[in-house]
């Protein structure tokens, strides 16, 4: 009977532990990633960095064409995360990185001379679907230039800093509805080829969509934008909904085009 007890007492604690795990550092899900296995947290907070531009699988690669603005690196490294991503209402405390570049001091006025500079750049890509549900970034994420094969989903999740997506390729499709970005959200010269969701977003300071591609469809509808929306140059087509879309800040429609029209500034209607 005691032995019984004991045997009784260690099964429920099993669970116990686990259900008590609220908190997994950002080493577990990298270690994870290396191994090739599919990453799930549901309900955790990810503490440290997490940097995926240094995978095991990290290569040195060539002759990437980085874009219009972009300075040509000496070296850049790419890492391949190559099985899914899902995190559902997941807190991640400091940054979440899939693109690097060690010149880029953010946050300092701090000009480097010529001699001082790497002319590095580290990349991170993405095989299968990545869901990031309802979580919480509290630092920094970039995303600039990572490739996505599969569908993205950031669907209700709060970018406490800076969200940047600039260049970001993807596949297929994009789900951005009720996000709230609480710092510049950059997606500058990103092209979607599939229906892009941006319903009921917040965007807060800066939403840079200038340059952008909307190949079949965009939904803002209901979006909320209280700092700057720049349209500039971006060209949209398909099933175009700004139904309930209201802003505070500025707006630059300049050279847009929706389904080969010029838009207005009244897309977005002023708040009231």
């Known amino acids: 009977m005691k032995n019984l007890f004991f045997f009784l007492l260690a099964f429920i604690a099993v669970p116990v532990s686990l259900w008590a795990q609220t908190t997994v550092p950002a080493s577990e899900v990298i270690a994870k990633i290396n191994r090739g296995e599919r990453v799930n947290y549901k309900n955790v907070t990810i503490t440290g960095l997490l940097d995926l531009t240094q995978l095991q699988n990290k290569t ?25 991503l899902t995190f559902e209402n997941c807190t991640f405390q400091g940054d979440v990185l899939a693109y690097y570049n060690p010149d880029n001091i953010e946050g300092e006025n701090i000009k480097l001379e010529k001699r001082d500079l790497k002319n590095e750049i580290y990349n991170t890509d993405f095989e299968e679907a990545v869901t990031f549900a309802n979580c919480v970034f509290e630092g920094k994420t970039a995303f600039k230039y990572s490739k996505f094969k599969d569908a ?5 999740s709060t970018f406490k800093k800076e969200a940047l997506f600039k260049y970001m390729k993807v ?5 951005f509805s009720k996000a709230k970005f609480l710092g510049d959200a950059t997606f500058k010269y990103v092209k ?3 229906a892009a969701a941006f319903n009921g977003a917040t965007f807060a300071d800066l939403a840079n969509f200038k340059y952008a591609e909307f190949n079949d469809g965009a939904d803002f509808q209901k979006a909320r934008f209280t700092g700057f929306a720049d349209f500039k140059y971006s060209q949209l087509k398909g099933n175009v909904k700004f139904a309930g879309a209201t802003r505070t800040g500025d707006l630059d429609v300049k050279y847009a085009k929706v389904n080969n029209s010029k838009p207005s500034t009244s897309m977005i209607e002023v708040a009231k």
């Open 171 to 175: 596949q297929e499709s994009v789900d």
């Open 192 to 194: 979607f080829p599939e």
């Open 60 to 84: 040195q690669v060539t002759n990437i064409n980085k874009g219009n603005d972009a300075i040509t690196p000496q070296r850049e490294y790419l890492s391949k995360v190559t099985a899914p």
């Open 152 to 156: 993205v989903s950031f669907a209700g």
